[in-house]
C-alpha cells in the first residue's frame, strides 16, 4: 500500500503581516493532486493544521476542504498538534468522519479510539500533542530540576507508546502518527518556542522496531530519526519563516506492507513563494535582489550605518522585502559606565546613537524639540 505523509500546515500564518492564504491554498491543492496522482490508499496529517488555536474562518474553510479533497482519493486520518486547539477538532470530527477523516484531537485509550484500522490490514495509533503540563505536575515543576521534569516526560511518553504498541501483529501495517519532539531533532527556523522543545522530548527508540512506519509532526525540516523502525518527520510543505530559507519542503510517499520496514521517498512541491535574506549594503542587496523572483520575500540584513528612512530606502529598491534589520556586527558593546556630569541630554542621546551606529542629526534635532517641549510642559 502508498501512504501520504504530511503536517505541520499552519494554515493562518502570515509573513510580517502580510497574508499568505493565497499560497497556502496552492499547496494545499497540489498536495491533494499529489494524493490523487500518486493513488495513495492512506493520508496521515501529524498535526499543526491551523497556526494558531483560534484561526479565522478563510483558514478553517481551507483545511477542511482540503481534508475532504483528500478524502476523496483515500481514507485521512489526522491528530492535533500544539497549535491546534483539541476541542474545536473535537467538535468537527464526528462531521470530517462522515467524509473518511478520522481525527485524534485528544489522546484517547486504545481500546476507546485511540487505535483506527482505516483500511483492512493497517492499523493506526494517534498520539496527538501532549505538553508537559499534562504530564509534568505542578509539585513536580517546584520540587525537580529540569533535567528530572524532561526525564519524567520523556518516561511518561514512552510509557503511552508502548501501550499504544502493545499486541502488534505481524499480519498488519502498523503505524503509529504523533505530533511530539524526538530526540536529535533538527530545528528548522518555524518552530516557535510555546514550549520547550529540548526539555521536553522522547528518546527516537521510544518507538518499537516492530512499527511499519511512524508518522511525526511539529518539526519543520523532513527527516529521518535514528531509531530501529522508519521514523520519519514530513516537514511542513511551504517556508514558514526565515530560519528555513536553505530547506527543501514537500510530502513524504510512503511504500509499506506488513512485516517490513516502509520504503520513504520524499517528493518536493512547487507551490508556494520561497524565502530569502540578503546580506549586504544597499548596493549590494539591490544588485542581488534583481535575481529574486519578484514574487518571493525577502529579509534584509543591511551593512549600513542606522538613518531615518532607510527602511523605506530599502523597499524602493526592494519591493519584496518584508524585513529589513541592520546587521547586529555593526553594532559596538554600550559603554558599560556613560558619565553624565556636566553633559546634557542631547549629548548623552548623541553619544547613545553613535555606540548603535544610528547617528542621525535629523533624529538629534527632532530629540531636542521633544526635550524643549517636555521643559515648556
Not at 521517498?265 to 534583481?290: D, N, Y
Not at 542629526?361 to 517641549?373: D, H, I, K, N
Request: with cysteine; aromatic share 4%; charged share 25%.
Amino acid at each position: 500500500m502508498k501512504i501520504l505523509h504530511t503536517a505541520d500546515w499552519h494554515v493562518g500564518r502570515s509573513i510580517r503581516g502580510r497574508s499568505r492564504h493565497g499560497e497556502q491554498e496552492e499547496v494545499l491543492a497540489e498536495i491533494a493532486r499529489t494524493a490523487a496522482a500518486e493513488g495513495v490508499d492512506l493520508v496521515l496529517v501529524a498535526g499543526d493544521l491551523f497556526d494558531t488555536s483560534s484561526p479565522p474562518p478563510a483558514a478553517e474553510r481551507l483545511v477542511y476542504r482540503t481534508l475532504l479533497q483528500l478524502a476523496e482519493v483515500a481514507p485521512v486520518v489526522i491528530v492535533a498538534g500544539n497549535h491546534d486547539h483539541p476541542r474545536r477538532l473535537e467538535a468537527v470530527a464526528p462531521l470530517l468522519e462522515l467524509g473518511r477523516v478520522i481525527v485524534g484531537a485528544v489522546l484517547s485509550r486504545p481500546d476507546e479510539g485511540g487505535v483506527v484500522r482505516p483500511i483492512e490490514g493497517v492499523r493506526v495509533a494517534m498520539i496527538p500533542f501532549l505538553s508537559q503540563r499534562g504530564i509534568v505536575t505542578a509539585s513536580d515543576l517546584m520540587s525537580q530540576s529540569a533535567a528530572e521534569q524532561g526525564g519524567k516526560y520523556a518516561d511518561r511518553m514512552a510509557a503511552i507508546i508502548e501501550a499504544f504498541c502493545a499486541g502488534l501483529s505481524g499480519d498488519e501495517v502498523n503505524i503509529v502518527v504523533s505530533h511530539l519532539m524526538v530526540h536529535g531533532g533538527e530545528l528548522g527556523g518555524g518552530e516557535r518556542a510555546a514550549h520547550t522543545v529540548f526539555d521536553y522530548s522522547v528518546p527516537a527508540q521510544s518507538f518499537p522496531t516492530a512499527l511499519t512506519y511512524v508518522a511525526l509532526g511539529h518539526l519543520h525540516r523532513h527527516q529521518r530519526m535514528p531509531a530501529a523502525a522508519p521514523v520519519w518527520y514530513s516537514g511542513s510543505p511551504m517556508q514558514l519563516d526565515f530560519g528555513e530559507v536553505d530547506d527543501h519542503k514537500g510530502v513524504l510517499l510512503v511504500d509499506a506492507e506488513p512485516g517490513a520496514p516502509a520504503k520513504v521517498e520524499f517528493r518536493r512541491l512547487g507551490s508556494g513563494r520561497r524565502l530569502h535574506v540578503l546580506r549586504g549594503t544597499l548596493e549590494q542587496v539591490e544588485a542581488a535582489a534583481a535575481e529574486i523572483d519578484p514574487r518571493d520575500y525577502v529579509r534584509v540584513i543591511l551593512d549600513e550605518p542606522a538613518r531615518a528612512g532607510l527602511a523605506d530606502a530599502v523597499r524602493q529598491v526592494v519591493p519584496q522585502a518584508v524585513d529589513v534589520v541592520l546587521d547586529p556586527s555593526r553594532r559596538q558593546s554600550p559603554a558599560r559606565h556613560r558619565s553624565r556630569s556636566g553633559r546634557s541630554h542631547t549629548e548623552l542621546f548623541e553619544e547613545y546613537l553613535r555606540e548603535r551606529d544610528a547617528h542621525d542629526e535629523r533624529v538629534v534635532a527632532l530629540f531636542t524639540e521633544l526635550l524643549g517641549e517636555a521643559h515648556e510642559a
